[in-house]
C-alpha cells in the first residue's frame, strides 16, 4: 500500500503510469503474488457485496482513481446534489430523486424547499388505490374487480416500473397481472389488449410531461378500446389513472382530477420509478414491498452520503468504469445479472447510464476532451454464454462486465441454482485467468489428439485472460436488495459525471429525436408541398416511399 499520491501530481500521469506498470501484469499474477488481494478489494455495504478484485489495478492505481474524483470536486458537487439544489444548469433544476426515499429522514429540501410532505402524501394517496385495488374493492364498471394493470409510459415511465416489477416477481398478489405498453408500435399495444378484459383492467398514464407522443396514442387506443366494450366517460375514472406533472393534459384527456398522481420537475424520468411513477409495481407488490424498496434505496443514499470514498460502493464502480473507458479504450460494459427476474436490468441502466452519461459537452458548454458513456448492455442468465460470451473470452474488444449473483432462488428446483451461480463463478474465473497454451496443450492431448493437431489447435485453443469483472453479490432478491442495486447504480452514473464533468440530468439528443419526428408526421400529414421542410435526399427518399 503506497498511500495517497502526493497531490501535486496529476492524477493522469499516475493513471498513465499505471497502464504501464499493468499492462505486462496479467490479473492471474497479481493474485498469485497478493494473497490478501481479494481481501482489500472486496466489500459490503446495504446487503450488497461487491468484488472487485479482478480488475486491472493495484493499491497504485485505486489511490491515483480516488485523487482523480477528487481533483474533480466530487465533494462539492455531491453535497450539492444532496442537497437539492440546482445540479441540472442547462433545465435549470434540481435532480433530487433521493427525497424520495428520504422517508426516515424529517425533512429534505429541494431547491431550499421541505419535499416531503408533498412526497408522504403522494403514497399515502397511492397507498390508497393500491389497497383498494388489491383488497377488491376497487370495482370495475360493471362491478368486477381489477384483474389486469396496463402501465402505459415510455423511458423512465416505463422501463423503470417494468424493470422493478419484473425483478420482485415473487412477490406479486397472486390475482393480478401487470402489462406494460410503451412502443407506438400498435402491435405491441394489440398483444397486451388481446390479454385483458375491459371491465376488469386498470390503465395506468405514466408521462411527466403527458405530451410524449408514443404514450398518449397508446393510451387513446386504449381508451378507444375501452369505450367500443360499452365503457363511456362516467366510467373512465374507474379504469384509466394518471401520473404526470400536466395536469391540464390529464384533465383534456379525462382523467378524473382524483386519479391523478404527481410527479415532480425535480425527478428526472430515468430515477422516477421510487415515485407514482412505480405506481403499477406498488399495485403488483403492495405498499408495504414498495416502502421495503424505498428503504433499500435509501440505505444505498445513505452509505453513498457517509461512507468514505475508498469503501464506497458507487464511487468504486464508476471509477472502474472511468478507468477503463479513459486509459483502456473500452468502449463497453456489459451488466450480466444471473437471475432471470433481472432480465430488464440491462435495458434500465441503459437509460439509466447511456441517457445520462451520453454527452459530449462538458458543463461549461466545451466540447469534453476524453470519451463519455460506455455502450451499456447485456442479458440475464446463461444464455449469453452461448452466444456473445466468445468474443469477451477472445475477441479483441475489451468488455469490463458487472456479474450480478445471488445466492439463494425464490424458485429453488433441484441444482439449477447451483448451475446457474457455478457458471457464472466460472465464467469470471476463465476472463480473468484465461488458458495458457501449456494448459490447453495438455488438454488437447488428453483428448488423444496427435501431436501436429494439438500444435494447430493451440492459437484457437488458448485464452489470454486478464479480462476484469466486478462481482455484484446478494443473499436474496428482495425489494429492499433490489432497492439497494439501483440506488447504487444511480449513485454510480452521477459520480461517473463527475469525473466527465458533464450534466447527467438532461437529455437534449433525444429531444432532438423528437422534434424531428414531429416535422416528419406533419409534412406526411399535409398535402401542401410548399409547407414541406427541407430534407436530404436520402431522407425524402424514405419519407416518400414509406410515408406517401
Ligand atoms: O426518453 C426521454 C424522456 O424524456 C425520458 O426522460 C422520460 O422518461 C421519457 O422520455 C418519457 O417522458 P414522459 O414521462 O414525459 O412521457
Given amino acids: 500500500m503506497t498511500g495517497r499520491p502526493s497531490n501535486h501530481i496529476p492524477p493522469e500521469l499516475l493513471l498513465e ?22 481481501q482489500r478489494f472486496s466489500f459490503d455495504a446495504c446487503g450488497l457485496h461487491l ?11 485505486m489511490s491515483a482513481l480516488h485523487h482523480w474524483l477528487r481533483s474533480c470536486d466530487f465533494e462539492r458537487y455531491q453535497q450539492h446534489f444532496l442537497q437539492g439544489e440546482v445540479v441540472n444548469h442547462t433545465e435549470q433544476r434540481a435532480a433530487a430523486h ?9 425533512s429534505c429540501l429541494v431547491n431550499g424547499k421541505d419535499v416531503m410532505p408533498r412526497v408522504r402524501e403522494q403514497l399515502a394517496r397511492m397507498g390508497g388505490l393500491v389497497d383498494s385495488v388489491r383488497s377488491g374493492e376497487w370495482r370495475g364498471y360493471t362491478g368486477r374487480p381489477i384483474r389486469q394493470i396496463v402501465n ?56 411527466k410531461s403527458f405530451v410524449t407522443k408514443e404514450t398518449l396514442t397508446n393510451a387513446l387506443i386504449a381508451r ?13 375514472h374507474r379504469h384509466f389513472v394518471a401520473v404526470t406533472s400536466n395536469r391540464p393534459e390529464a384533465n383534456r384527456f379525462g382523467i378524473h382530477p382524483d386519479q391523478q398522481y404527481e410527479m415532480w420537475d425535480w425527478v428526472g424520468g430515468r430515477f422516477s420509478l421510487w415515485s407514482s411513477i412505480g405506481l403499477s409495481t406498488a399495485l403488483m407488490i403492495g405498499m408495504e414491498r414498495f416502502h421495503e424498496l424505498l428503504r433499500g434505496a435509501e440505505s444505498m443514499d445513505r452509505h453513498f452520503a457517509t461512507a468514505p470514498q475508498e469503501r464506497n460502493m458507487p464511487v468504486v464502480l464508476a471509477l472502474l468504469s472511468a478507468w477503463y473507458s479513459r486509459y483502456w479504450q473500452a468502449q463497453s460494459h456489459a451488466v450480466l445479472p444471473y437471475d432471470h427476474y433481472l432480465r430488464f436490468l440491462p435495458e434500465h441502466l441503459q437509460q439509466l447510464d447511456m441517457e445520462s452519461c451520453g454527452k459530449s459537452v462538458d458543463r461549461e458548454g466545451e466540447p469534453v476532451e476524453q470519451d463519455t458513456g460506455s455502450i451499456l448492455w447485456g442479458t440475464a442468465g446463461t444464455d449469453g454464454q452461448h452466444t456473445y460470451f466468445q468474443l469477451l473470452h477472445q475477441g479483441t474488444r475489451l468488455v469490463p462486465a458487472d456479474f450480478i449473483l445471488i445466492k439463494e432462488s425464490h424458485n429453488p428446483y ?28 495438455i488438454e488437447l492431448s488428453d483428448k488423444g489428439l496427435s501431436d501436429e493437431r494439438v500444435e494447430a489447435l493451440l492459437p484457437y485453443c488458448t485464452f489470454e485472460g486478464n479480462r476484469p469483472s466486478n462481482a455484484l453479490v446478494m443473499e436474496r432478491l428482495t425489494p429492499t436488495t433490489l432497492g439497494a442495486l439501483l440506488a447504487l447504480y444511480e449513485h454510480k452514473t452521477f459520480v461517473q459525471s463527475v469525473l466527465w464533468n458533464i450534466n447527467p440530468f438532461d437529455q437534449w439528443g433525444v429531444e ?5 419526428a414531429r416535422t416528419i408526421v406533419d409534412e406526411a400529414e399535409c398535402d401542401d408541398a410548399a409547407e414541406r421542410a427541407e430534407h436530404d435526399a436520402s431522407t425524402q427518399s424514405l419519407i416518400d416511399r414509406l410515408l406517401k
Avoid at 479482478?54 to 497504485?60: L, Q, S
Avoid at 378507444?224 to 373512465?236: D, E, P
Fill in 17 to 38: 503510469a499505471s497502464v504501464e506498470r499493468l499492462k505486462d501484469k496479467p490479473l492471474k499474477r497479481l493474485f498469485e503474488q497478493d494473497a490478501k488481494r481479494h
Fill in 51 to 61: 468484488d472487485y478484485s479482478k480488475n486491472r489495478i493495484d493499491d497504485e492505481t
Fill in 98 to 106: 433521493f427525497a424520495l426515499r428520504s422517508l426516515s429522514r424529517q
Fill in 152 to 207: 402505459i409510459g415510455i423511458g423512465g415511465s416505463g422501463l423503470g416500473p417494468k424493470m422493478a416489477t419484473e425483478a420482485l416477481s415473487p412477490y406479486h398478489a397472486e390475482q393480478l397481472i401487470a402489462h406494460y405498453v410503451s412502443n407506438v408500435d400498435a402491435s405491441e399495444m394489440h398483444q397486451v389488449l388481446r390479454q385483458c378484459e375491459p371491465e376488469t383492467t386498470l390503465f395506468v398514464i405514466c408521462s
Fill in 224 to 236: 378507444r378500446w375501452f369505450f367500443a366494450a360499452g365503457g363511456n366517460t362516467a366510467v373512465l
Fill in 414 to 441: 433441484g441444482d439449477n441454482q447451483l448451475w446457474l451461480v457455478a457458471s457464472a463463478i466460472a465464467q469470471m474465473e476463465g476472463l480473468m485467468r484465461g488458458k495458457t497454451g501449456k494448459e490447453a496443450a
Fill in 512 to 516: 432532438y429525436g423528437k422534434q424531428l
